[in-house]
């Protein structure tokens, strides 16, 4: 393993073609205006000169600090995953959503469980067929259940908690001289302060670590959020953070030209600005996950008041003409990895005229460098876009829309809250509904050509977006790859992809906040084994369709273009039927 102190701290390698005049006036700016000292003193005028505004950024940027922060806790953290190990736990589970369950995700699939540790698992789909999936196997007895959630009453992970606690009751129940008789032994929080007393059982707990307020849940990678499972999994938690404090040692560079997280920020934040707003990884496979990762973090800090950056990760490699002019890439590579064809492309793209930045990571524990790289490049990008990168301004709308749905669904007995209105479509096992703007019109009534009446509504910058809320499966993922694909090489536009809810707590800012060039294809599906949240009026299947529902009508009240396709009981045979839909419906003449 490289020597965390030796690593190579290197701004990025750009090549931004006709935009390198326009980054090049940005680094003088950042450097005459002393971006990086403001920084790191905090500064919020860098972001607003509104005083409301700046005292809320102001309680925001603790991350500048987690790394320093976390360093006297590290020995705790590993005696803490040791006694777990020894107890005969084989199991844990991070129950949470978005930046909570996101950067534990990228710790596991980067560096998997040291052997003599805990195996580690993800809760973050509300989805019954994946909660039954990532629980219903396990020993509740042997596994511990780590309840994420910064406001303490996130729905989600209070759902998960509310299952596996009562799966814990029963099965002590069963076993009537376990090694701890009360369920609270096998769970743990990783919360605010202020925020644990909402959490259920919470004193019952066998571990509760408070995070400082002043750290965003997008911004938490290298707080208790990530170290916590990291610590189960035997990563050694001292050289993560010692990457990560020597990165933040190296963006205190004042010219900003050769700082690695400013350099960064002043180009995907003029890029934008200029039009190449659609951020696209290139990342090897054994860092890919990383993706995802910042993909929330630029999607959920940008997109507001009608701006943002559109993070394009996980979509297929493509021939160079598949991309539009509306592109820049990032070419993130792991030292001595395969790259898997994406050296060739990013040079055949830079050789095109598209803007490529090229970053290598020396060693995967140089993820924690690249945690804190990112999180202040989108710092100074929100900067450059002139907004606030640290709130969420619209994530509120599809929560309150989901809650209001649950409420009318206790009121009404049940109501099926998955149609938002009539069916605008039916054909091989698909039923489509549409938003207003076609339902109110003529339309074929057919699948194919009422895709074809949507696709045709797609901006020509627009951005084409999978909302699936459905059970995630490696097979899902193949067929969304080969959907994104069809979709982008027969529209030229570029391609994104979430699982419901947990986009939601992400990218779900940028498709109301940020600019209105989303393009929007909702899918649900039906739940033949529905199940039960202990001690909640509805079950986890009607969550996800409410949630599902309240999603549709907040994207809907912001006249964006989207159509929802119920797949039916078998989600796999629906989405090869919406393959073949789309093809046959992208293969008639639009006026797009």
Not at 406 to 435: C, N, S
Request: hydrophobic share 45%; glycine share 10%; charged share 20%.
């Amino acid at each position: 393993m490289t020597d965390p102190a030796s690593t190579a701290l290197a701004a990025p390698r750009l090549s931004l073609g006709d935009h390198a005049d326009v980054f090049q006036a940005a680094v003088e700016r950042a450097r005459v205006e002393d971006w990086a000292t403001r920084l790191f003193a905090g500064d919020v005028t860098l972001w607003t000169t509104d005083l409301r505004v700046g005292e809320a950024i102001a309680e925001r940027l603790g991350w500048l600090e987690a790394p320093a922060h976390f360093a006297d806790r590290t020995a705790g953290l590993e005696a803490f995953g040791d006694a777990v190990v020894e107890e005969g736990y084989n199991t844990a589970v991070v129950a949470g959503m978005g930046g909570s369950s996101l950067a534990p995700d990228v710790l596991h699939r980067t560096f998997g469980s040291i052997e003599g540790y805990l195996a580690l698992r993800i809760l973050d789909s509300t989805d019954p067929a994946y909660v039954a999936a990532t629980l219903d196997d396990l020993d509740p007895l042997r596994t511990l259940v780590i309840v994420a959630t910064k406001s303490g009453t996130t729905t989600e992970p209070n759902a998960f908690q509310a299952y596996a606690w009562d799966r814990a009751v029963r099965a002590l129940k069963a076993v009537p001289h376990s090694r701890y008789e009360h369920p609270g032994a096998y769970f743990a929080a990783i919360t605010d302060p202020d925020s644990a007393r909402h959490i259920e059982h919470n004193g019952d707990f066998r571990e509760i670590f408070l995070n400082p307020p002043e750290i965003g849940g997008r911004y938490s990678a290298l707080t208790y959020v990530g170290l916590v499972p990291a610590s189960l999994i035997g990563i050694d938690l001292d050289a993560l953070l010692a990457s990560a404090a020597a990165m933040l040692g190296a963006c205190r560079e004042p010219d900003a030209g050769v700082n690695p997280g400013l350099s960064l920020g002043l180009a995907i934040g003029t890029l934008a600005k200029a039009g190449r707003d659609k951020l696209t990884f290139l990342a090897d496979d054994e860092i890919g996950s990383f993706g995802a990762w910042a993909e929330q973090l630029i999607a959920e800090s940008t997109g507001k008041h009608g701006v943002g950056i559109v993070p394009v990760d996980g979509e297929p490699l493509g021939a160079v003409g598949a991309y539009g002019t509306d592109r820049a890439f990032v070419r993130l590579t792991l030292a001595g990895a395969d790259g898997g064809g994406r050296d060739a492309l990013a040079d055949a793209l830079e050789g095109a005229g598209h803007p490529v930045i090229r970053i290598e990571i020396s060693d995967p524990i140089d993820i924690g460098a690249e945690f804190v790289r990112w999180e202040v490049a989108v710092a100074i990008a929100g900067a450059v876009l002139g907004i606030d990168p640290f709130d969420q301004p619209n994530v509120e709308e599809a929560k309150q829309l989901t809650r209001d749905l649950l409420e009318r669904h206790g009121r009404e007995g049940g109501q099926d809250r998955r149609a938002p209105a009539e069916a605008i479509g039916a054909g091989d096992g698909l039923t489509l509904y549409g938003d207003a703007a076609l339902r109110l019109t003529a339309g074929a009534s057919d699948v194919t050509g009422e895709l074809a009446r949507h696709l045709a509504r797609r901006r020509p910058d627009a951005y084409l977006c999978i909302q699936a809320f459905i059970a995630p499966t490696p097979a899902r993922d193949e067929a969304f790859a080969r959907i994104r694909t069809l979709l982008r090489d027969q529209t030229g536009r570029a391609t994104t992809a979430g699982y419901g809810p947990r986009f939601l707590h992400s990218t779900g800012q940028l498709h109301k906040g940020g600019a209105p060039i989303g393009w929007f294809l909702q899918l649900t599906a039906d739940h033949p084994a529905d199940l039960d949240i202990p001690g909640w009026p509805y079950t986890f299947g009607q969550l996800i369709d409410a949630q599902a529902a309240g999603d549709f009508a907040a994207i809907e009240s912001h006249d964006l273009p989207i159509v929802r396709i119920h797949l039916g009981a078998d989600p796999d045979a629906g989405l090869a039927a919406l393959e073949r839909a789309l093809a046959a419906a992208l293969a008639m003449p639009t006026e797009a």
